[in-house]
């Protein structure tokens, strides 16, 4: 192992964090352990195989030693013997090839089938975590964890029990056959490993674990800066605040420089020990010596000198390969724990015995709710939502919209008190049913890279082109989806790309296409767009009238036509009524209906109280 190694080790799992100490964890351990266990019939065979391979291996290497000592001894040699050595040797060799192939082979069918189980894993638990959980989570992150992670326990499974192997079997067979020619020869052919062996405690002072941590935070100082440079870029660009991002860049990238070098120091003198005292020159050097010392003292046959140069660098190469074995299982172990960590995810209970809802009025009954167990965002709402009406919720920013809108289609679920939906609590309907009525649209518009028709009919696969033409026109995108290149059968995100908006809109479409008698909404701010607006304004306005709709009003126009505003305001219910009412109260919803006036041309009013032509409702 040298330094460029040990970099290569730790550069191999780029942790953004410091993860040094959990090499060793347990939890990885016992993770992995769960995960072997249906397969360990298949690992033990791979083990086994290995370490016949090993043992079989030593055969043609004792096989020249021997031929050499026979040959080179005075005297004819006797032929059978010599035969049945040459014999032995290529059945060795023959038995070695077999048997590590067969090994390898049933290693990486084992690692294949322990991937694939992760993999089955990983996916069924992330179809079962909260909804809201991976707004938390970077896809990238999720990405790392299925992908790289899994492919990470690869070494672990298909090679380092190999390696161990051959580290274990391989020097304790060599010593008892050298051992049996020269104790004395075999004691100074131990030198090299003895040498490495003692370096090892000076790998693992506090000094090298605290330049450990520290190289892993500097590199942690980097990728952040590279990522938030990146991600930021065009807004440091626009505001020209592009010298400054750079900057903090260069200062992670200085900052690495010396600490790696600290690290590198601290590391490569011991490392390059480790690398002379077991590399060839060395180790025969070293036989080579004490051989030469005996032979002339007339304690050792010349021909006996071969075996210990043979074997004496077979005994130094496991213990090298020890040291990348070490590194993958340290590795798999970071990568293993990463992946404990979501499977570990507490998965949204599905009820035993699901019960089906009485209709679709919707009521939240004391409800709290906190992302963190010391914030509370929602703090006792008690609201009731009429089928047939549409209620807006408005308020600041941060105030808990998103939040509370999220409780009813279970993203969460409310850590006291309960929302019902036909008077039955959401945790005790199965969530089939509970998607079948309740659908949404948010800002955050996830389409997936298939057709724009499969894209609306996610939620009614069955549904005809037709039923789906009516839902985008609805939408307000059936237009743009013509101008597409191949209409409706256009792949989104590769033959073309849509706008925000324009992907709300296809949200929408999808939305109204799964008619699901509850519908939540979130207005859009963030792509807002005349189109947009009217195509949201139409849908709410042309929905039949049975409909559950609760909506996050940005709009006076939304707000306008709403049956009950809900003012929101550090997560209470601070007002509550019909819009007009709360006009008229001149409390918080007519201080927001007046600061969003201003902010427009003309006279928009609920209920047809200030605009004029407006209906009231
Ligand atoms: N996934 C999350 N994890 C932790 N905290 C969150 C999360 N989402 C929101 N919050 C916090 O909860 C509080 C309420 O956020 P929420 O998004 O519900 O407010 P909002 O009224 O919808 O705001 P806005 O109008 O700006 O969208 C905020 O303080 C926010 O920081």
């Given at each position: 192992m040298n330094a460029t190694d040990l970099a290569q080790a730790r550069k191999r799992p780029a942790p953004p964090t410091k993860d040094a100490d959990g090499d060793a964890d347990p939890a990885a351990g016992r993770t992995m352990t769960r995960l072997l266990r249906p397969h360990l019939r298949s690992f033990?065979?791979?083990?086994?195989?290995?370490?016949?391979?090993?043992?079989?291996?030593?055969?043609?290497?004792?096989?020249?030693?021997?031929?050499?000592?026979i040959l080179l001894s005075p005297g004819p040699a006797d032929r059978g013997h010599v035969w049945m050595?040459?014999?032995?040797?290529?059945?060795?060799?023959?038995?070695?090839?077999?048997?590590?192939?067969?090994?390898s082979g049933l290693g990486h069918v084992l690692d294949g089938q322990v991937q694939l189980a992760l993999r089955r894993q990983l996916a069924a638990r992330l179809g079962h975590v909260p909804i809201g959980w991976f707004s938390r989570r970077r896809t990238g992150e999720l990405a790392k964890v299925?992908?790289?992670?899994?492919?990470a326990v690869h070494p672990f499974i298909a090679h380092a029990p190999g390696e161990l192997v051959a580290a274990f079997v391989v020097p304790p067979a060599s010593l008892v056959y050298l051992f049996t020619i020269d104790w004395w020869l075999t004691l100074i052919t131990l030198i090299p490993?003895?040498?490495?062996?003692?370096?090892v405690p000076l790998l693992m002072l506090p000094a090298r674990a605290r330049e450990q941590e520290e190289f892993d935070a500097a590199m942690g100082r980097i990728v952040s800066s590279v990522v938030e440079f990146v991600q930021g870029i065009a807004v440091v660009k626009a505001f020209g605040g592009s010298e400054r991002?750079?900057?903090?860049?260069?200062t992670a990238a200085d900052d690495f420089v010396g600490i790696f070098f600290t690290w590198v120091r601290g590391m490569s003198l011991v490392a390059a020990g480790m690398q002379l005292a077991l590399s060839p020159p060395f180790v025969l050097l070293v036989v080579l010596i004490g051989g030469a010392a005996l032979i002339t003292s007339g304690s050792l046959a010349p021909a006996d000198l071969l075996p210990f140069l043979l074997l004496g660098l077979e005994l130094t190469a496991p213990v090298a390969a020890l040291g990348h074995g070490?590194?993958?299982?340290?590795?798999?172990?970071?990568?293993?724990?990463?992946?404990?960590?979501?499977?570990?995810?507490?998965?949204?209970?599905?009820?035993?015995?699901?019960?089906?809802?009485?209709?679709?009025?919707?009521?939240?009954?004391?409800?709290?709710?906190?992302?963190e167990d010391d914030r509370e965002v929602l703090r006792g709402i008690d609201l009731v939502l009429e089928p047939g009406t549409v209620t807006a919720i408005v308020g600041p920013s941060g105030s808990g919209k998103s939040t509370l809108v999220r409780l009813l289609p279970r993203f969460f679920d409310p850590t006291h008190g309960s929302v019902l939906l036909g008077g039955v609590d959401l945790r005790e309907i199965g969530s089939r049913e509970l998607y079948r009525t309740v659908s949404f649209v948010f800002q955050d518009v996830r389409l997936l890279r298939a057709s724009v028709a499969d894209n609306i009919a996610l939620a009614v696969p069955r549904a005809d082109r037709d039923e789906v033409i009516r839902a985008a026109r609805l939408a307000g995108i059936h237009d743009r989806v013509l101008g597409l290149p191949r209409g409706y059968d256009t792949i989104l995100g590769e033959e073309a790309e849509l706008s925000g908006g324009e992907a709300q809109r296809v949200s929408l479409a999808r939305a109204l296409l799964a008619d699901a008698p509850v519908l939540v909404l979130d207005e859009a701010t963030s792509f807002a767009?005349?189109?947009?607006?009217?195509a949201v304004r139409?849908?709410?306005?042309?929905?039949?009238?049975?409909?559950?709709?609760?909506?996050?009003?940005h709009r006076l126009e939304t707000v306008a036509d709403a049956d009950t505003v809900v003012v929101l305001e550090n997560g209470s219910i601070v007002e509550h009524g019909k819009p007009a009412d709360l006009l008229e109260q001149d409390g918080k919803f007519a201080a927001f209906w007046r600061s969003h006036r201003t902010a427009i041309t003309g006279e928009i009013a609920p209920h047809g109280a200030v605009r004029q032509g407006d209906e009231p409702r």
């Open positions: 033990a065979a791979v083990v086994v195989l290995q370490v016949i391979g090993a043992v079989a291996g030593l055969a043609p290497l004792l096989a020249v030693a021997e031929l050499g000592r050595v040459v014999i032995t040797g290529a059945a060795g060799l023959f038995v070695r090839l077999l048997f590590t192939a067969a090994a299925v992908g790289e992670d899994v492919s490993v003895a040498m490495a062996v003692a370096l991002a750079h900057r903090a860049f260069l070490f590194d993958d299982m340290t590795a798999a172990g970071r990568a293993v724990r990463r992946i404990k960590e979501v499977l570990d995810v507490r998965a949204l209970p599905e009820p035993a015995q699901p019960v089906t809802p009485q209709g679709h009025r919707v009521e939240l009954r004391g409800v709290r709710f906190g992302y767009d005349p189109q947009t607006e009217q139409r849908a709410l306005a042309t929905l039949d009238g049975d409909r559950t709709i609760l909506v996050i009003a």
